[in-house]
T-cell receptor, first 119, second 115 residues
């Protein structure tokens, strides 16, 4: 039973290019969450998605960042026109469908992260 | 806003030494508290949790007690092993139920255990 799979593990982009990070949730999980860890900081929540729906994007920067979780395929975090300040580790997590008290942070499973470096 | 402060790393210990990683928090209300561990090359895994004051979370020989009076959730283990080498993250959630996916994390503490 594979865990949360993220790729690429390392991505290097030049300023102005686009970065796409992919996340395949655990089998049976239908909820996906993206977190970002900037250098010298803790992980910070960005967005919560279910299949074809964005549930909570309160942590997403207003410009250049977008996320999707299509009916088929992995969740994608897309960063357009990257800048040096986007250099960070991006973590994806997944959870099963909410089941009362079993929902939420208690059952988040994280991937190993994708490290983006912007030159 | 919410915040989590944990001790700076890296921490290097000899096998069988006693481990403490300090964690203090600032939050509104009564948050749930967590310790996550990230082994090399892997994702973060939930190590233990506590949801109310004076609760003690424990797993794999690790323990942490939710201290409301000192707003702390220090991680301890009596005798560390080389296999405990990892990065440890303290985190909180101040929402219940379906909103509790918004975790606030500390910066992480890297632990290296040498034989």
């Amino acid at each position: 039973n594979a865990g949360v799979m993220q790729n690429p593990r390392h991505l290097v982009r030049r300023r102005g290019q686009e970065a796409r990070l992919r996340c395949s949730p655990m089998k049976g999980h239908s909820h996906v969450y993206w977190y970002r860890q900037l250098p010298e900081e803790g992980l910070k929540f960005m967005v919560y998605l279910q299949k074809e729906n964005i549930i909570d994007e309160s942590g997403m920067p207003k410009e250049r960042f977008s996320a999707e979780f299509p009916k088929e395929g992995p969740s994608i975090l897309r960063i357009q026109q990257v800048v040096r300040g986007d250099s960070a580790a991006y973590f994806c997590a997944s959870s099963p469908p909410a089941q009362g008290k079993a929902s939420g942070a208690n059952v988040l499973t994280f991937g190993a992260g994708s490290r983006l470096t912007v030159l | 806003g919410n915040s989590v402060t944990q001790m700076e790393g890296p921490v290097t210990l000899s096998e069988e030494a006693f481990l403490t990683i300090n964690c203090t928090y600032t939050a509104t209300g009564y948050p749930s508290l967590f310790w996550y561990v990230q082994y090399p090359g892997e994702g973060l895994q939930l190590l233990l949790k506590a949801t109310k004051a004076d609760d003690k979370g424990s797993n794999k020989g690790f323990e942490a007690t939710y201290r409301k009076e000192t707003t702390s959730f220090h991680l301890e283990k009596g005798s560390v092993q080389v296999s405990d080498s990892a990065v440890y993250f303290c985190a909180l959630s101040d929402r219940s139920g379906a909103g509790s996916y918004q975790l606030t994390f500390g910066k992480g503490t890297k632990l290296s255990v040498i034989p």
